[in-house]
């Protein structure tokens, strides 16, 4: 059974323990690029396509080369079939501007030559935060985000739509609710809305609706919130994109933090509230593994 493993875009399984980067990829010297977390079960990744939309979705964001659709389909299903079925793992894919080496252009300060992508998928192990996230919850605090909702309309080059690999404060928020005895964050905009977290989506019930702050609010669009409205929809559940104040999460059965690897993890304090978990709980949650399980193959983003 493997530790890792690590598939090149050009399909090539490498060793992942030896060094693959050049010191002077523009991912790592500016964190320009891009990256998807996908949850790999029985040997595939999950929500397969959805994913494949978001990546190209966020590469046109960051003026990257257009996505290779079928060699992230390949790369990612090798990847999954070498890591094997007999238990989850957690896969990455990065994909970044590539050398800059290769863009020198001392003269002109246009166009590089050609453009040579950094891609390349990674699976490892699920962290062992995550099988207690998905049974007993989290607990999670606010924190502000700094932001107006109007700000992905009025200034798209914050690149808020996009999963970009610009993620240090986002780390660092984390590790901010950590210290002071938390588990996971809310970010909430200068208006008191609700965003998102720092890699979830926020989703809250209320008797039988569902109800998520909507993509132009500022908030990456989630793989697993969508696939859950899919099925919850069916299921006779109302589901809404709308605009949510901190005060909403106060007013709710249940708030959800939703993410590809974790799945659905019940938020079970809130700013220091206690939320004692609904009867309906354990639906929400199977409602979140049908959905995940049927989205493998729709496509459009
Ligand atoms: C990845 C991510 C999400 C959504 O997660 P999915 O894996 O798409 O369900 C939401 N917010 C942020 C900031 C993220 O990075």
């Known amino acids: 059974m493997e530790d890792r493993v690590l598939v090149t875009l050009d399909g090539a399984l490498e060793d992942p323990d030896s060094p693959l980067l050049y010191a002077d990829d523009i991912g790592a010297l500016r964190g320009d690029g891009v990256f998807e977390t996908l949850l790999v079960r029985r040997g595939v990744p999950t929500?397969?396509?959805?994913?494949l939309g978001r990546l190209r979705h966020s590469a046109q964001a960051l003026e990257l080369p257009d996505v290779e659709l079928s060699k992230w389909r390949s790369a990612a299903e090798e990847a999954a079939k070498v890591w094997g079925p007999e238990r989850e793992g957690v896969m990455r894919w990065v994909y970044t501007r590539g050398r800059d080496s290769d863009f020198e252009a001392p003269t002109s300060e246009l166009a590089p030559e050609t453009p040579k992508p950094t891609g390349y998928v990674l699976v490892s192990p699920v962290p062992g935060r995550v099988a207690k996230a998905r049974t007993e919850g989290v607990k999670v605090m606010s924190l502000a985000r700094g932001i107006s909702i109007d700000l992905a309309q009025a200034a798209p080059w914050q690149l808020l739509g996009a999963k970009t690999l610009s993620y240090a404060t986002n780390m660092a928020a984390l590790r901010f609710a950590r210290r002071m005895g938390n588990d996971d964050v809310i970010y909430t905009s200068t208006e008191s809305r609700v965003l998102e977290g720092p890699r979830s989506t926020v989703v809250i019930a209320r008797d039988k609706q569902l109800i998520t702050p909507p993509a132009k609010n500022g908030v990456l669009p989630g793989v697993t919130q969508r696939s859950l409205y899919n099925v919850a929809e069916k299921a006779g559940w109302d589901c809404r994109y709308e605009s949510l104040f901190t005060?909403?999460?106060?007013?709710?059965?249940?708030?959800w933090l939703l993410s590809s690897v974790t799945l659905a993890a019940r938020v079970n304090?809130?700013?220091g509230v206690r939320m004692s978990a609904p009867?309906?709980?354990?639906?929400?949650?199977?409602?979140?593994?049908?959905?995940?399980?049927?989205s493998g193959s729709i496509g459009d983003w």
Do not use: P
């Not at 009867?279 to 049927?294: H, K």
């Open 247 to 255: 005060a909403d999460l106060f007013d709710c059965d249940s708030i």
């Open 47 to 51: 929500a397969l396509e959805y994913h």
């Open 279 to 294: 009867d309906n709980a354990d639906e929400i949650r199977d409602l979140v593994e049908q959905g995940i399980e049927r």
């Open 269 to 271: 304090q809130f700013d």
